[in-house]
Structure formats: structure tokens, C-alpha cells
């Protein structure tokens, strides 16, 4: 078989890498180095264009994989076309680490509607809550885990020689907040206007960005240490050799545990208090609110054999 997986949108959240890498390491194990391709994703997930040359409707694949929290009111929008074009070449679709965005039974009635009129050959959730949701559909849906928690397989981390030697901050920059420790506990304070804090317990911090695609250079490098790129290795190594790591970033908490590091979700931005989160639920990293937290890698493991053998049964 020859597969297709779209995936991409790095330069505007380098989080989506952390699961694109995973994705793609996954699916070459099952389907074969050779046979799994990686397709860019349609534009109008990020941008309202409407000239653009549809490269998704012309690939000669037998299956296409979607992944991410892709089950949402856009999807129609954005693949409606697409879909079209691959049922008429009898192209299948299925998707894999998948997850809501609204987390309501409107939006999971509306995509199921929308995907009627389609040959999907299965699912694969990342989050407890949309297989909830899915499950009862005409496809298979299959209860799994984030394809992040593959990121360790999938890369081959370049070492540094400060290791342990920094706390991550990876924040939105207006909602960056003051992390203290008191009481074997971390304590999170509202920051002052223009006060970044340099150091926590002693150890040096080194912000990460998320977003390349930004034009505002000034403002983002105003404060020490802040790593920026539009490519995800550098900061794969980085959280994986960090102390600890702070974030309100979803796939930046969720790439640091499978590489073995510990991590701490702080809730500060819009996007961090939506249902994105719940696939640290999961992991059984439930913790990762209150304190940095490290992965149960026996269970992890165990998880990551089931989608695998899941997979096989479509080869």
C-alpha cells in the first residue's frame, strides 16, 4: 500500500511537529520506510486563500492519514474538495492521532455528517474524550494516544553539554507568568509588566518560541536566552536535556515526557484552557498540573505496542 500523511504547519506551532515526527516514525514501521510519504497540509487551515494549486487531490496514494485536533467545524472547509477527489480515485482516509476541538456533541454531530459521504477506513483518537465521541461511529475508532509519544523513536537527539543545567520557559510572551518554589511546591504568581525573571532555584532559564512565522523579532527577542526556529530539532534537545520545563504549550509538555524529561502545564494562554490538554489525561500524566511530572513508561510502552498491532490488522 502506499500512504499518505499530511501533516506540517511547523513555522506557525512548532508543536506540530512533535506529532508529525511521531506519526511518520509509525506509520513507516507498519506500512514500510518506502511506502509512507509526508504531504504538506492544505493552507487554509492557517490561511483564507483560494488560488492556490491543490497538490492533497492529486497524490497517488491508496490511503491518506489526517491527524491533530482536526474533528471540528473546519474540516469541511478545509477538505471538503479534497475528499471529493479522493473518492472519485478510490483513494481511502483515515485518522490517527485525532482529536476535538469545541468538545461538544454539536461539533462531533456536525464532522460525523461530513464524513459520511466518505470511505473512512478507521480512527485513532489521541484523547479519552474524543473516542467518547466517536466511538459509536460507522468506522472503526480506536482509543490511542497522542503519535508524540513516539517522538523518542522518531529522533535521534543531538546531546549537549549543558545538560540539567536550565529550566524551560515556554510561554506565550503577555502571559509569561513568576514561578517560585516554597514548600516543595511550585507556586504561580502573575508576572509584572515588563519583569522576566532570569533564573528559578539558581538554574539559568532559556524561553523557547513556538511560532517562527512572526515578523515581530523586536519584541520576541527582548529577554535572555530565547531559542527560535522554524525547524524541530533544536528544540527537541533542548526540552529533552532541560531541569524542568514549564509551559503552557500542550505538544511542548508532551514532547519533553517521552524524551524522559519532567514538565509542568500552566494554564495562561486563551488556547491553554481549551479541551486540547486532555490527552495529558491519557498518558496518565493527570499530575502535570499541579507539579513537573515524568511518564510511566511501562504503561507507555504497552499503549504504543496496542496502536501498533492496531495498524497492522489494516496493512
Known amino acids: 500500500m502506499k500512504i499518505g500523511y499530511i501533516g506540517g504547519f511547523w513555522a506557525t506551532n512548532i508543536g506540530n511537529s512533535f506529532y508529525n515526527l511521531g506519526a511518520e516514525y509509525l506509520l513507516k514501521e507498519v506500512y514500510g520506510q518506502e511506502n ?13 486563500v483560494t488560488n492556490n494549486y491543490d497538490f492533497i487531490s492529486n497524490v497517488d496514494v491508496d490511503l491518506v492519514f489526517i491527524s491533530g485536533p482536526c474533528l471540528n467545524y473546519n474540516l469541511s472547509k478545509v477538505y471538503k474538495k479534497i475528499f471529493d477527489n479522493f473518492k472519485k480515485n478510490n483513494i481511502k482516509i483515515a485518522f490517527i492521532s485525532v482529536g476535538v476541538s469545541a468538545y461538544t456533541e454539536e461539533e462531533s454531530k456536525f464532522v460525523k455528517n461530513f464524513l459520511d459521504n466518505y470511505d473512512i477506513e478507521f480512527m485513532m483518537t489521541r484523547d479519552e474524550e474524543t473516542y467518547e465521541f466517536y466511538k459509536d461511529s460507522k468506522f472503526n475508532v480506536y482509543n490511542g494516544l497522542c503519535t508524540s509519544m513516539f517522538l523518542n523513536d522518531a529522533v535521534n537527539v543531538i546531546p549537549v553539554r549543558n545538560s540539567n543545567k536550565y529550566n524551560i ?13 516554597a514548600d516543595e511546591k511550585y507556586i504561580i504568581k502573575k508576572r509584572k509588566f515588563l519583569t522576566f525573571q532570569k533564573e528559578l532555584e539558581g538554574i539559568k532559564i532559556i524561553r523557547t518560541n513556538n511560532t517562527m512565522f512572526c515578523r ?37 509538555c508532551a514532547a519533553t515526557l517521552i524524551m524522559g524529561g519532567e514538565a509542568m502545564y500552566i494554564k495562561g494562554s486563551k488556547r491553554s484552557h481549551d479541551g486540547r490538554n486532555n490527552l495529558f489525561k491519557r498518558i496518565k500524566a493527570d499530575t502535570i498540573y499541579e507539579k513537573p511530572t515524568s511518564l510511566d513508561f511501562n504503561y507507555i510502552n504497552n499503549e504504543k505496542e496496542k496502536m501498533k498491532q492496531f495498524l497492522l490488522e489494516y496493512k
Request: hydrophobic letters at 40%.
Open 216 to 252: 515581530l523579532k523586536t519584541l520576541l527577542f527582548d529577554r535572555d536566552n530565547i531559542y527560535y526556529s522554524d525547524l524541530p530539532y533544536g528544540y527537541i534537545s533542548i526540552l529533552k536535556h532541560a531541569n524542568l520545563v514549564f509551559s503552557d504549550r500542550v505538544h511542548t
Open 169 to 181: 520557559f515556554n510561554f506565550t510572551k503577555s502571559r509569561e507568568p513568576l514561578i517560585k518554589k
Open 36 to 48: 509512507v510519504h509526508f504531504i504538506p497540509d492544505p493552507p487554509q487551515w492557517m490561511w483564507n
